[in-house]
């Protein structure tokens, strides 16, 4: 029974290209989250989505930065054009359900750094 | 907006004794939970314990427990017979009972010494 696989583990991006990390959910779990660690910081929420539903934006910067979780196959945190602000570690989790729920399941992480 | 604190930034523990992690938060909500999760160098995240607001027993597991204060917004985590493999980086988290999104303070570093 795997967990929440995150791909790439480690992704290097120079400035200006897009960076594309991946979460497979948990079998069952139809609810993603996202969430970035920036260096010596604890994580911080990005988005919540449902299969081909966004729920709560509320942490996603306003650019650059979208996500999306298809009918089929994993969801994607997409980052364009990055920075050197873009470093961090990006954590995804997933639940069987939404609101109400106590339990996340933590993905390993993406560190992605931007040179 | 609800805020959480972890005020050590680090802290140290020798093998077999007890260490108390500290960890305030603000929020104007009764029913919430609190979390705490270990984050070793592997950067997994692990959920250590949890509590329920409305629940006034202090959760535990194994050598871990809580101080759940609720008037005061406190909760902090207990380790007791301190192994080296708990050397890891301590979350406090808050979640709106409702809510679906957790809301971390910034870690404590716990180092372990033989």
């Known amino acids: 029974n795997a967990g929440v696989m995150q791909n790439p583990r480690h992704l290097v991006r120079r400035r200006g290209q897009e960076a594309r990390l991946r979460c497979s959910p948990m079998?069952?779990?139809?609810?993603v989250y996202w969430y970035r660690q920036l260096p010596e910081e604890g994580l911080k929420f990005m988005v919540y989505l449902q299969k081909e539903n966004i729920i709560d934006e509320s942490g996603m910067p306003k650019e650059r930065f979208s996500a999306e979780f298809p009918k089929e196959g994993p969801s994607i945190l997409r980052i364009q054009q990055v920075v050197r602000g873009d470093s961090a570690a990006y954590f995804c989790?997933?639940?069987?359900?939404?609101?109400?729920?106590?339990?996340?399941?933590f993905g390993s992480g993406t560190r992605l750094t931007v040179v | 907006a609800q805020t959480v604190t972890q005020s050590q930034p680090e802290m140290s523990v020798q093998e077999a004794e007890t260490v108390t992690l500290s960890c305030t938060y603000d929020t104007s909500e009764s029913d919430y939970y609190l979390f705490w999760y270990k984050q070793p160098p592997s950067r997994q995240m692990i959920l250590v314990i949890r509590?329920?607001?409305?629940?006034?027993q202090n959760a535990t597991e194994n050598r871990f427990s809580v101080n759940f204060q609720k008037a005061a917004k406190s909760f902090s985590l207990k380790i007791s017979d301190s192994q080296l493999g708990d050397a890891a980086m301590y979350f406090c988290?808050?979640?709106?009972?409702?809510?679906?999104?957790?809301?971390f303070g910034a870690g404590t570093i716990l180092r372990v010494k033989s």
């Open positions: 988290a808050y979640r709106r009972e409702y809510g679906n999104k957790l809301v």
């Open positions: 079998k069952g779990h139809s609810h």
């Open positions: 509590q329920e607001a409305y629940k006034q």
């Open positions: 989790a997933s639940s069987p359900s939404g609101q109400g729920t106590i339990g996340y399941t």
